[in-house]
């Protein structure tokens, strides 16, 4: 018996395809939010109200990730906008393959943004680099302030956090200082929002957050 | 149940490289995850199991060493364990954190069977 020296990252095949598709998006100027979250946090319905706001000045695209249907893909389609079903059948996150097999469905020179809402799930979804510019997690009041403490991996690598149904708080235990400070307690970088999807409280300033990417994506 | 995603690509590459080096049998296999690379090691072995089976790995022993969770502190300044059940630098108890390390996902190394 002999042994093989290796050091070889285990996702490297998910990573080198992540790669292939962010320079993809980054040659057409094209800004990539991958959505995650939890089921239930309401991930749909902060795209469908972002889409409203945000699709009368931009080109948007949407790939909608869900293990079995197309109930999200049927609500999204509403708006105008392409929109891609992904069912992964089984599987609890997206990865870079299922992305790119979806790529050639859209001219990305007609794009300024591509949104990936992701499976519903706290967990692998953080593992799988799809290519985007920037992971955006959903955390819906609630789910409970302990989250963080819980999942700590899916909130270190997001990019922004969009603490939704603030309109809940009076009728729910959750302390937003605490859910916070914890979330961003392994990510200095982490921007939060508290919002509510259904009163629209607290969306400006993450759609102006969102309009100043997608402009610094275009100036690439 | 990513880990039987993660436990397929690492299956991928073994195989190739055990390939390369005459096609023996894949006897022990070394793995580094770190803790807070979001990988339940029980999970990843049993997933291996299962998906090498009738391959050049089957039977082959995982081995997960677990990397600590390293973090940079914005409090006390130091370089050093964190503590994850905290979310803070293990040191001082301060946080917010820079992470450094415990995000490895990566094989280190096979054992393979001579002739």
Known sequence: MHTIAIEHEILADNEALANHNRAHFLAHGVYVLNLMSAPGAGKTSLLERTLAELSPRYRIGVIEGDVYGREDADRIEKHGVPVVQINTGGACHLDAHLVHDQLERFDLDQLDVLVIENVGNLVCPAEF??????????????????????????????????????????HVSFDVARATRDARALNLDLDVFPVSATTGEGLEPWYRWLEGRIARAKAR | MHEVSIASELLTTIERVARESGGRRVRAVDLVVGELAGVDADALSFAFEIVSRGTIAEGAVVTVDRAPLLVACGACGLEGPGDLEALACAGCGGSPVRVTGGRELRLTSIDIEDD
């Open chain 1, 129 to 170: 680099d799809l290519g985007e510019t920037d992971k955006v997690m959903v955390l819906s009041v609630a789910e409970g302030d302990d989250k963080p403490k819980k999942y700590p991996v899916m909130f270190h690598v997001a990019r922004v956090l969009l603490l939704n149904k603030i309109d809940l708080l009076p």
